[in-house]
């Protein structure tokens, strides 16, 4: 278990301070946040050779996500992180962590239909996010009929309760619903996804 965290804290270090180098040390892409953890999810999945419903879907969440974020980063600008770069670190370094804690007490939860309505909320997150970067009249009044102001906070929203829901039975919830919450605290305090 030791070697997890190192690795895991040696993985989100080296990409979050080639991040951080490539723009001066002033911001930090949200991207990159989203690179790391997968990064991790994807060696320790490897490594821990635990493929179980909520390791894998937890990982593949974070692969689309990170794909999303590249987009939504090419589309609309740089949802950079600038005042809470170190915090976010140690965040990113959390939850690369838990999800070896992830691999390794998945198959334990308690209830599997839960975990597996996760993707479901998760991929209505993702498609507000997307949709959000259509300029299109049809999507705006759509928003404005369902009372949506801020498409883009709303989908990250349904992706961070999708990653916790897909962990919610797991013996470690309690862990999941802090760092997550923490991750959601962090975001709307930098407000990059609010235009």
């Known amino acids: 278990m030791v070697t997890f965290v190192i690795l895991n804290a040696i993985v989100v270090i080296a990409v979050l301070a080639i991040d951080l180098y490539r723009h001066q040390f002033q911001t930090l892409y949200f991207s990159s946040v989203l690179l790391a953890i997968t990064i991790n999810g994807f060696i320790n ?26 987009y939504l980063n090419h589309h609309y600008y740089s949802f950079c992180i600038t005042q809470q770069k170190f915090l976010t670190g140690i965040l990113t370094i959390m939850i690369s962590i838990s999800l070896v804690v992830v691999d390794q007490t998945g198959d334990q939860s308690f209830y599997m239909s839960v975990p597996y309505l996760a993707p479901a909320i998760f991929a209505f997150g993702a498609i507000i996010l997307f ?18 102001k801020q498409p883009l906070w709303i989908g990250t929203l349904f992706i961070l309760i999708a990653m916790v829901i897909i962990v919610s039975l797991t013996p470690f919830w309690y862990l999941f619903i802090l ?14 996804f609010f235009l």
């Open 45 to 70: 999945l490897i490594l821990l050779s635990k493929l179980n419903f909520i390791a894998v879907f937890t990982v593949l969440m974070y692969c689309i996500w990170t794909i999303l974020q590249y």
């Open 131 to 148: 949709s959000s970067t259509f300029n299109s009249e049809w999507f705006q009044k759509l928003y404005y009929r369902l009372k949506i």
């Open 179 to 192: 760092l997550y919450t923490g991750l959601g605290i962090i975001l709307y305090v930098e407000k990059i």
